[in-house]
């Protein structure tokens, strides 16, 4: 059964980090995108990043870049997500979600939500004084 988990998530100060974590279960993301989203109450989803089967593409939301770091551990069938600089706005629940790309493809990467089939359940991130 093709499952993903989100932890790594809390209550942090403004200025703070919090490492995020994705794990597979079920399936190698060896042939799968990851992307991270999040969603505050009230709002819509939106696409935080992404990065490719291979780790060799990313990409960042304009409101996430330069505080916020994508990487992967195929052979750990993890992705994690570093964010630094954490501020009241990023205050949401986290999912992250595996999107299939053939070999051929392995580089690319999208931010869309509707792009992806599997989703973990999420994780709560608070950034608050």
């Known amino acids: 059964q093709l499952q993903l988990v989100e932890s790594g998530g809390g209550l942090v100060q403004p200025g703070g980090s919090l490492r995020l974590s994705c794990a597979a279960s079920?399936?190698?993301?060896?042939?799968?995108?990851i992307g991270w989203f999040r969603q505050a109450p009230g709002k819509e989803r939106e696409g935080v990043s992404c990065?490719?089967?291979?780790?060799?593409?990313?990409n960042y939301a304009d409101s996430v870049k330069g505080r916020f770091t994508i990487s992967r551990d195929n052979a750990k069938n993890m992705v994690y997500l570093q964010m630094n600089s954490l501020e009241p706005e990023d205050t949401a629940t986290y999912y992250c979600?595996?999107?299939?790309?053939?070999?051929?493809?392995?580089?690319?990467?999208?931010?869309?939500?509707?792009?992806?089939?599997?989703w973990g359940q999420g994780t709560q991130v608070t950034v608050s004084s």
């Open positions: 979600a595996a999107k299939f790309y053939p070999a051929t493809l392995r580089d690319m990467c999208s931010r869309r939500g509707s792009a992806y089939v599997y």
């Open positions: 990065i490719s089967n291979s780790g060799g593409s990313t």
């Open positions: 079920g399936f190698t993301l060896d042939y799968y995108a």
